[in-house]
């Protein structure tokens, strides 16, 4: 199917996490497209060894399975994004270039179970304590890169440029002890 887009040019295909590692010593790959439950080794210790190895390759996990333990460990082992399978191509493409341009991908399902389980378990004095690390300029940005917000339209938002909202970003994400801003996205929505 991705085949189809011109955009999308496919390296490989893998069966499971070990393959796929195989692939990627073969072949310079840009994204993977990451399936969870997998024979040998699965998407989410897959995905861990992936970004341990080769830290500038984005993975975005694409399953049928809802279960929290899996969106929080592919999250937490360093995916870039994850949707259900029950997209359409268009969309899918369209998260694919997302998470290519090193945005954090979460459909509205997934961030809402995201935001509840964090809710559940985050003291409400986090939030005292961000504000006084941050600016109010990179408070605010980082409220959106905790709703989903790409940095153009950060930049849109903000009425400041692009190369302005990256730089804040990378002193939010120096502040905070934070590797990127699927981290940043986690941490803050702790606020919302």
Do not use: C, W
């Amino acid at each position: 199917m991705l085949g189809l887009y011109d955009n999308i040019f496919l390296v490989g295909e893998a069966t499971n996490g070990k393959e796929a590692l195989q692939v990627l010593e073969q072949s310079q790959v840009d994204l993977v497209l990451m399936d969870i439950r997998m024979p040998i080794m699965d998407g989410v210790e897959a995905t861990k060894r992936i970004k341990e190895k080769y830290p500038n390759t984005k993975v975005l996990i694409l399953t049928t399975f809802k279960e929290d333990e899996y969106i929080f460990e592919g999250l937490k082992n360093g995916a870039d994004g994850y949707i259900l399978k029950d997209i359409s191509s268009e969309e899918l493409v369209k998260a694919i270039e997302t998470v290519y341009k090193g945005n954090v991908l979460l459909q509205p399902e997934i961030a809402k179970k995201i935001l509840g389980a964090i809710k559940e378990i985050s003291p409400k004095k986090e939030k005292e304590d961000i504000r006084k690390n941050l600016t109010k300029r990179e408070y605010e940005i980082a409220l959106l890169v905790g709703e989903g917000k790409t940095n153009k339209e950060i930049s849109e938002i903000l009425y400041i440029s692009e190369g302005t909202v990256k730089n804040h970003l990378t002193n939010i994400l120096d502040k905070l002890d934070l590797k990127d801003r699927t981290q940043l996205a986690l941490y803050i929505s702790k606020e919302l």
